[in-house]
């Protein structure tokens, strides 16, 4: 399938059903995702791709509400533990907060526990990591 094909669409649109109203996708595709944006856009989602080589996309779809992705892959550590906790600390509800760290964060994860707070973390091909925390309140 190609990113233009209605099939493709609709898989992703399926693929999206499940995602929370603040929740995000990651795609790899084939080719330039323009098409996908278009239509996606008008249904309120953001998305963001970068070209990773020659035939390869990387594509991110966050939902209607979700929060901007914080990017502290460029902070020295500890400050990116530090901006998280922070964010974290602010949470209510449901609320999530999302932060793109220089890499998987496995020190962070036994203090987030400790504040009763979940996450998931999705370590990018660059070692990079996009992270999510939920408030469990």
């Known amino acids: 399938m190609q990113i233009g094909d209605v099939q493709f669409v609709d898989a992703v649109v399926q693929a999206l059903k499940p995602l929370s109203t603040d929740g995000v996708l990651k795609l790899l595709a084939t080719n330039e995702p323009d098409s996908l944006a278009v239509d ?80 998931w973390v999705h370590e990018e091909l660059d070692q990079s990591a996009l992270l999510a925390v939920r408030a469990n309140r």
Request: glycine share 4%; with cysteine.
């Open 40 to 119: 996606l856009a008008a249904r309120g989602y953001k998305i963001n791709s970068c070209q990773r080589w020659q035939d390869a996309w990387d594509i991110e779809i966050s939902a209607p509400h979700t929060p901007d992705i914080a990017d502290l892959r460029e902070l020295e550590a500890p400050e990116p533990m530090q901006h998280v906790l922070t964010a974290a600390s602010q949470l209510e509800g449901d609320q999530t907060c999302f932060a793109r760290l220089p890499h998987v964060p496995h020190p962070l994860f036994p203090l987030l526990q400790e504040r009763g707070l979940r996450w």
